[in-house]
């Protein structure tokens, strides 16, 4: 019986994990949960899971009354204090930076890490690689393109990687113009044509942010510099990633478009279980096409690229003002293709220093915001 921590149990990736914990009670137990500002899910989650405590990060949300004899933890600062809790894996489903400093004190315990929470390797990176690389060996990813491109390492010499081919389903402005990219509503972005995910990262799918984030989460968990990590545009979302080797072979990984099998693959490994979520019908599919990503329209990726090859802290720049930014555009504040010049404002200010402490990476993270605060201002 595996031993369970979900922390961001009541989000997108959360809920599946819950689902897929409970459609196998022989192999999974959820020990505890975490959630931010959802207490009634939590709590009927904990019920159904008979889980021994829960995390309520947002004070204010807490003051829900909790009738159950759960252990609760109230606070952010209550984390470290929370994962005392005897586990054999902890998923951090956490959405944004914040997950960081779960992340962080996971790998320092030595308990294998689930990581769906992408930003935290993007802000903390370069804190894991100074202290912590030894502990890295314990994250497996959930994202599914980096669950793929693990499961296709297994078992090969990383020196004999010729480059990684990350996929990108191109959102749902792939065919958009500029003008109509522009003038982009919450719902048109929100309406992501393959995967069904939160809506932070849907945001971030349609500006290709998403995909920007991948390629600098695949250089940090991979050891891959930038120029062995390509990003391609797949419309089908049937292929989740490739590595192409030295001798010009490519191991390819396929699947159904579905999050529920990288989570359970995470939770799982190195075993697999039955599937969650169907099988693939290559002659309904019919085809696959690639297409090359259009840096004119999508800049943000562009952007991430940079930020990546400066490090620095741009990345820390460039994922805490995408934070900013969406939430304004997802509040009416300001226009899509704003999200990305507010990035590109605030990358354009960054005072590059060394991101490898914690206190660094907060303070950067903190003035970042500020700055993507003003440039939002001055969209609005
Ligand atoms: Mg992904």
Redesign the pocket.
């Given at each position: 019986m595996k031993k369970i921590i979900i922390l961001g149990s009541t989000g997108s990736i959360g809920t599946q994990a819950v689902e897929v914990a409970l459609k196998h009670p022989d192999k999974y137990k959820v020990v505890a949960i975490s959630t931010n500002t959802r207490v009634p899910l939590a709590l009927e989650q904990a019920k159904k899971l008979n889980c021994k405590s829960i995390l309520i990060t947002d004070e204010s949300a807490s003051k829900t009354e909790i009738t159950n004899d759960l252990k609760v933890f109230k606070g952010h600062d209550q984390i470290i204090d929370f994962l005392h809790v005897e586990a054999d894996l902890v998923l951090n489903a956490i959405v944004g930076s914040s997950g960081l400093e779960a992340t962080l004190t996971i790998l320092e315990k030595g308990i294998p890490l689930a990581l769906a929470n992408?930003e935290s390797l993007v802000v903390g990176g370069d804190i894991i690689n100074k202290r912590l690389r030894e502990a890295k060996k314990n994250i497996i990813p959930v994202?599914?393109?980096?669950s793929a491109i693990y499961q296709l390492l297994l078992g090969e010499n990383k020196k004999e990687i010729n480059k990684i081919i990350?996929t990108a389903s191109g959102g749902p402005f792939r065919e958009a113009s500029n003008e109509e990219i522009k003038e982009a509503t919450p719902e048109q972005a929100l309406a992501h044509p393959r995967?069904n995910?939160g809506p932070k990262?849907t945001i971030d799918?349609a500006t290709l942010v998403?995909?920007g984030l991948?390629v600098m989460e695949a250089h940090y968990l991979f050891d891959m510099s930038y120029e062995k990590v390509e990003a391609i545009i797949h419309p089908q979302s049937i292929i989740?990633s490739m590595v192409e080797f030295a001798d010009g072979s490519v191991k390819a990984h396929l699947g159904p478009t579905d999050m529920r099998i990288p989570i359970q693959y995470a939770m799982s490994y190195p075993e697999r279980e039955t599937a969650p979520a169907g099988f693939s019908d290559f002659l309904q599919i019919g085809k696959l096409t690639f297409e090359p990503v259009d840096f004119d329209r999508f800049r943000a990726l562009k952007l991430a690229y940079e930020a990546g090859k400066k490090g620095n802290g741009y990345p820390v720049a460039y994922n805490s003002a995408n934070e900013e930014a969406v939430a304004a555009f997802l509040d009416n504040r300001i226009g899509f293709d704003k999200i990305t010049e507010v990035l590109e404002e605030v990358m354009n200010s960054h005072e590059a220093q060394p991101a490898d402490e914690l206190g660094i990476v907060k303070e950067m993270d903190i003035k970042t915001r500020e700055k993507a605060a003003k440039a939002i201002k001055e969209h609005e």
């Open positions: 992408k994202d599914s393109e980096h990350i995967w995910m990262i799918s998403n995909k991948e989740h």
